[in-house]
């Protein structure tokens, strides 16, 4: 009977990297992706949140103070996704940033139609991070 080494297992699985076309096509994600949570959807939130806050739903009221956090996650996220080491990083800190903006969606402001496009973008982020989970292992050098 043999056992499996679950240690090697894990070693092999993490010098795993994409395809030249798929590498291709995650690096034009994470460039568009990038570029949309630091210009269209973090940077609002950081360069005028005043009016974000008086143009938000009435059901949907958030602390000014966790406005400004989503704001810098969003761009943080957004940097990540362009630098090579930080990206599966990155693409799993978006991904559950954007769950919980799909639940804030349905349960908070009660638009459970609105939350599909933060789960897409989700599951997207969660693929970018499993084919770049080889740069978690690199960070630990």
Excluded: C, H
Aim: charged share 10%; proline share 6%.
């Amino acid at each position: 009977m043999t056992t499996a080494n679950p240690a090697a297992t894990f070693a092999a699985d993490a010098t795993y990297r994409p395809g030249k076309v798929r590498n291709r096509v995650l690096w034009t994600l994470q460039i568009v992706l990038g570029l949309f949570f630091i210009i269209a959807s973090g940077g609002p939130k950081l360069v005028m949140p005043n009016t974000l806050m008086e143009n938000a739903p009435a059901n949907l009221t958030i602390p000014f103070g966790l406005l400004i956090f989503i704001g810098v996650a969003e761009v943080a996220g957004g940097i990540g996704l362009l630098v090579p080491r930080l990206s599966a990083l990155a693409a799993a800190g978006l991904s559950v940033l954007t769950v919980l903006a799909a639940g804030s969606q349905a349960f908070l402001a009660g638009q459970p139609a609105m939350a599909i496009f933060p789960l897409v973008l989700a599951a997207i982020f969660a693929w970018i991070a499993y084919e770049r989970r080889a740069t978690l292992t690199d960070l630990r050098n």
